[in-house]
């Protein structure tokens, strides 16, 4: 059975940096693209970035220059780097997977998602 794990949220303050890890059980990240979503209260869902593989990253419309992404094929992971964090970051982060198209669009759908991880950031 295939999980996905999201890991790295907290409670910050503003202007500083996390990295969030999606790990992956039964799933080898490289067969499979990897989107980061982000969903904050009251709020629609908001695609991040889609990992396709092979140096192939489709940015979200509104993403911010703050965030990166990244994997780890050693370690089966991915990465979503955040710096300078601003509250209006506050959310829950995701990271889908699938081997459907790469998209940050809110209607793709994924083969697998995560519970997610919690940002918080406040002063």
């Known amino acids: 059975q295939v999980q996905l794990v999201e890991s790295g949220g907290g409670l910050v303050q503003p202007g500083s940096s996390l990295r969030l890890s999606c790990i992956p059980w039964?799933?080898?990240?490289?067969?499979?693209?990897v989107a980061w979503f982000r969903q904050a209260p009251g709020k629609d869902r908001e695609g991040l970035f889609c990992?396709?593989?092979?140096?192939?990253?489709i940015h979200g419309n509104a993403v911010p220059g703050r965030f990166d992404v990244s994997r780890d094929t050693h370690r089966n992971a991915a990465y979503l780097q955040m710096r300078a964090l601003e509250p209006e970051d506050t959310a829950v982060y995701y990271c889908?997977?699938?081997?459907?198209?790469?998209?940050?669009?809110?209607?793709?759908?994924?083969?697998?998602w995560g519970q997610g991880t919690q940002v918080t950031v406040s002063s």
């Open positions: 990992d396709g593989g092979d140096n192939l990253v």
């Open positions: 889908p997977v699938g081997q459907g198209p790469c998209s940050t669009s809110p209607k793709a759908t994924w083969d697998f």
């Open positions: 039964n799933l080898n990240l490289i067969s499979v693209s």
